[in-house]
């Protein structure tokens, strides 16, 4: 992947990336990799790690701007914000889809329009920010990203 195609990619997400070969990951479906020559590695940990991220920072969100809320309303409001639904509208917006990696069998049904595939990197690209810059930096991205673009509908 190019940089100038990186480089576009940074700016639909609002955050310039220090390691480009973590958003490259972030990227590439296990479909890719099958398919590579040699081994690359794709972006299911990367999804797991952005996950939790975006789990905790969602959670820290709604508890410290939301004093009365029960347990219940608290847990309601999270699943509300953090669903595949959601996150592929937002990947959506940000042209993520356009820069998967797939496999030559996705490629032909439409992998790049699929909500979940849309969602998992997003929640995967969550998980590169992380790594790439910490938790602040992820925080200040889900806040803008999730939360803002949540609260603005």
Not at 89 to 102: D, H, S, V
């Amino acid at each position: 992947m190019s940089s100038s195609t990186l480089s576009t990619l940074e700016k639909n997400l609002g955050y310039t990336f220090n390691n480009k070969e973590l958003l490259v990951t972030a990227l590439t479906h296990k479909t890719y990799a099958y398919e590579a020559t040699t081994p690359i590695e794709y972006n299911e940990r990367l999804e797991f790690l952005g996950d939790s991220v975006l789990d905790i920072i969602i959670a820290e969100q709604l508890y410290q701007s939301n004093r009365w809320f029960s347990e219940g309303e608290l847990t309601r409001r999270k699943v509300m914000m953090v669903n595949n639904k959601l996150l592929a509208e937002i990947a959506k917006t940000r042209r993520i889809g356009k820069y998967l990696r797939l496999g030559k069998g996705e490629q032909k049904q439409q992998g790049k329009k699929k909500n979940s595939l849309l969602a998992n990197t997003l929640e995967a690209i969550i998980g590169a920010i992380y790594l790439d810059a910490g938790l602040e930096r992820t925080r200040e991205f889900i806040l803008r990203t999730i939360v803002d673009d949540t609260t603005s509908k």
